[in-house]
């Protein structure tokens, strides 16, 4: 019997955020890159470049998300929770960054730092997960285990 990936609906969340992230980070970048002279000022583009930047970086921390969801490994809870930090934090992050570029004003500013401080406890609960994964084993080939 093959092992693998367990493919659950959250499994497939997890891979949509990530195509999603991927396809924003690409395409803020080179909406970055290439626009006309002019067309944005010097914040808003920073403003793109952080986004792309971060959505590209957390599109790939999804992609890890998934395959530890998949793989049924350690605590489940832990990278689902991780995972969801990540979607909600880029979603507020990101979002209010291309949204603030593209000409929504201050609105969307104070969702800016929320969704930053999304993305640092998804990558909190990704080292949790990883000091803890291991107290559920005994002896099962690690550094330690002579």
């Known amino acids: 019997m093959r092992q693998g990936l367990r493919t659950t609906r959250i499994w497939r969340v997890w891979v949509a955020a990530a195509a999603i992230n991927g396809f924003l980070g690409v395409a803020g970048g080179a909406v970055a890159a290439h626009a006309p002279e002019g067309r944005f000022s010097p914040q808003a583009l920073a403003w793109?470049?952080?986004?792309?930047?971060?959505?590209?970086?957390?599109?790939?921390?999804l992609l890890g998300v998934a395959a530890l969801h998949g793989a049924g490994l350690g605590r489940p809870r832990l990278v689902a929770s991780a995972g969801w930090a990540f979607v909600v934090g880029t979603a507020l992050f990101c979002g209010g960054?291309?949204?603030?570029?593209?000409?929504?004003?201050?609105?969307?500013?104070?969702?800016?730092?929320?969704?930053?401080?999304?993305?640092?406890?998804?990558?909190?609960?990704?080292?949790?997960?990883?000091?803890?994964?291991?107290?559920?084993?005994?002896?099962?080939?690690?550094?330690g285990d002579g």
């Open 97 to 143: 960054l291309y949204a603030m570029a593209l000409g929504a004003g201050g609105l969307p500013r104070p969702f800016v730092p929320i969704g930053g401080a999304c993305l640092l406890a998804g990558w909190a609960m990704l080292l949790a997960y990883a000091l803890l994964a291991g107290s559920e084993s005994k002896g099962c080939g690690g550094a």
């Open 48 to 61: 793109l470049e952080t986004a792309a930047g971060i959505g590209a970086v957390h599109a790939v921390a």
